[in-house]
């Protein structure tokens, strides 16, 4: 078995921004992460340490999202400047502008396939282009304010976007109709994805919550009120078991979704966070906000499916799910004085929780043994299943020698 999975830790810090960084992505072969700010800069952070960052400046205002394209040759930009840009991410950092919103344009997204691309603005409408052609292909105009975010599913069938209006909207790819809108906000509903699988949709709102909705049967499956202010970001695990999500209450939060509660909170950022997003492996995530800081966190809690293991023993071990929260800390008060090199982070419960972390742990040593003996339990199994096969291939051979040495020929 895995070793049991350890609490996230902060790994390195990219100094560069001048001001609130508000966006992030990273390359699909984890080899790069691209961030966008309040500066109008966008930096292209080479996660070898060794290799230099690029800073590449085009917009006129300052940069509200970035995606990498999937196949990593494209990174488009989005900015109150109303344009989306197409960057090539190597060292000459060449792009192309695409104008044709009339307003801020609030976010970018490539479709799965890279072929299209979905923008978001002020202007109300979203629009699809044309990645090769760069070309504007159609818009669709059913939000009544500001639209913050769209993305496309991983099938490329659907558009979720969401908006101003406290709306967030499905799209038909096809007859570029709206299928479905989900009304319950009470505020700007501020960002919005599908997770991996594409059957569920989750979205922030300024009010403080988190909810996910089930898109095959437009239900609200979960609803999160975690935060003590706006949630602006979040990013789905590539698993689908866990989110990440950031706030103006200065903190990053990790649910599990399968458990269906909160895991982690992070304080690393001061200030309110703008930008959270897990590498596409999920080993990484990195996070963006006010205080111009960029920070990058290895995931740890995904080394061993700890909901897994507890599943099968916590019904037995405890009635109700062990309150598993953990503040973490960065050791140094002050992470943006802190030198190059992993930052230690330090967790800080409170005796109940820590009495609590060590019965998880302990819950979780038990969970590992029990799966070691079951798997010495089934090789015990396949021995005495095979033994019995031998002999009964003895026992069959030995009669047909039998049989053989009685029909033999008379001599």
Same mark, same amino acid.
């Given at each position: 078995?895995?070793?049991?999975?350890?609490?996230?830790?902060?790994?390195?810090?990219?100094?560069?921004?001048?001001?609130?960084?508000?966006?992030?992505?990273?390359?699909?072969?984890?080899?790069?992460?691209?961030?966008?700010?309040?500066? #109008?800069?966008?930096?292209?952070?080479?996660?070898?340490?060794?290799?230099?960052?690029?800073?590449?400046?085009?917009?006129?205002?300052?940069?509200?999202?970035?995606?990498?394209?999937?196949?990593?040759?494209?990174?488009?930009?989005?900015?109150?400047?109303?344009?989306?840009?197409?960057?090539?991410?190597?060292? #000459?950092?060449?792009?192309?502008?695409?104008?044709?919103?009339?307003?801020?344009?609030?976010?970018?997204?490539?479709?799965?396939?890279?072929?299209?691309?979905?923008?978001?603005?002020?202007?109300?409408?979203?629009?699809?282009?044309?990645?090769?052609?760069?070309?504007?292909?159609?818009?669709?105009?059913?939000?009544?304010?500001?639209?913050?975010?769209?993305?496309?599913?991983?099938?490329?069938?659907?558009?979720?976007?969401?908006?101003?209006?406290?709306?967030?909207r499905l799209w038909d790819t096809s007859t570029r109709q709206c299928?479905?809108?989900?009304?319950?906000?009470?505020?700007?509903?501020?960002?919005?994805?599908?997770?991996?699988?594409?059957?569920?949709?989750?979205?922030?709102?300024?009010?403080?919550?988190? #909810?996910?909705?089930?898109?095959?049967?437009?239900?609200?499956?979960?609803?999160?009120?975690?935060?003590?202010?706006?949630?602006?970001?979040?990013?789905?695990?590539?698993?689908?078991?866990?989110?990440?999500?950031?706030?103006?209450?200065?903190?990053?939060?990790?649910?599990?979704?399968?458990?269906?509660?909160?895991?982690?909170?992070?304080?690393?950022? #001061?200030?309110?966070?703008?930008?959270?997003?897990?590498?596409?492996?999920?080993?990484?995530?990195?996070?963006?906000?006010?205080?111009?800081?960029?920070?990058?966190?290895?995931?740890?809690?995904?080394?061993?499916?700890?909901?897994?293991?507890?599943?099968?023993?916590?019904?037995?071990?405890?009635?109700?799910?062990?309150?598993?929260?953990?503040?973490?800390?960065?050791?140094?008060?002050?992470?943006?004085?802190?030198?190059?090199?992993?930052?230690?982070?330090?967790?800080?419960?409170?005796?109940?929780?820590?009495?609590?972390?060590?019965?998880?742990?302990?819950?979780?040593?038990?969970?590992?043994?029990?799966?070691?003996?079951?798997?010495?339990?089934?090789?015990?199994?396949?021995?005495?299943?095979?033994?019995?096969?031998?002999?009964?291939?003895?026992?069959?051979?030995?009669?047909?020698?039998?049989?053989?040495?009685?029909?033999?020929?008379?001599?």
């Amino acid at each position: 078995p895995r070793p049991p999975s350890e609490d996230p830790t902060l790994e390195r810090h990219f100094r560069g921004h001048k001001d609130a960084v508000t966006c992030a992505d990273f390359s699909p072969n984890n080899k790069q992460l691209a961030t966008g700010s309040n500066d #109008k800069n966008l930096m292209i952070w080479n996660l070898n340490p060794k290799a230099r960052a690029f800073r590449f400046m085009g917009h006129n205002d300052l940069i509200t999202a970035v995606q990498f394209s999937p196949s990593g040759h494209l990174v488009a930009s989005s900015s109150r400047d109303k344009t989306v840009r197409l960057w090539t991410p190597n060292i #000459k950092g060449e792009s192309v502008a695409f104008k044709a919103h009339t307003a801020t344009v609030r976010s970018v997204s490539f479709s799965s396939d890279g072929q299209r691309l979905v923008t978001a603005s002020d202007d109300k409408s979203l629009k699809v282009w044309s990645v090769h052609r760069q070309k504007f292909i159609y818009s669709l105009n059913q939000h009544t304010n500001w639209v913050r975010c769209a993305r496309f599913s991983p099938d490329g069938r659907l558009v979720a976007s969401c908006g101003d209006d406290r709306t967030v909207r499905l799209w038909d790819t096809s007859t570029r109709q709206c299928i479905n809108t989900f009304t319950d906000y009470g505020g700007p509903a501020t960002f919005v994805d599908f997770n991996s699988s594409g059957t569920c949709i989750a979205s922030s709102g300024a009010d403080n919550t988190l #909810k996910l909705w089930d898109i095959r049967t437009n239900k609200l499956i979960q609803h999160y009120q975690v935060h003590s202010a706006g949630v602006n970001c979040f990013s789905f695990h590539p698993s689908g078991n866990y989110l990440i999500s950031g706030s103006n209450d200065s903190t990053v939060k990790i649910l599990d979704l399968l458990e269906g509660r909160l895991i982690y909170t992070l304080h690393g950022h #001061k200030g309110p966070v703008l930008t959270v997003a897990f590498s596409r492996q999920g080993d990484f995530f990195a996070s963006g906000g006010a205080d111009s800081q960029v920070l990058m966190w290895k995931t740890n809690f995904d080394a061993l499916n700890y909901r897994e293991m507890l599943s099968q023993h916590s019904k037995r071990v405890s009635p109700d799910p062990p309150p598993h929260l953990m503040d973490i800390y960065p050791r140094s008060p002050h992470v943006h004085l802190s030198q190059n090199g992993p930052i230690e982070v330090s967790t800080q419960p409170s005796t109940l929780e820590h009495i609590v972390h060590q019965l998880d742990v302990l819950t979780q040593t038990v969970a590992v043994l029990e799966e070691r003996l079951t798997l010495t339990e089934d090789k015990l199994k396949e021995c005495l299943e095979n033994q019995v096969l031998i002999q009964q291939e003895a026992l069959r051979a030995g009669q047909t020698h039998e049989e053989s040495r009685v029909e033999g020929p008379a001599i």
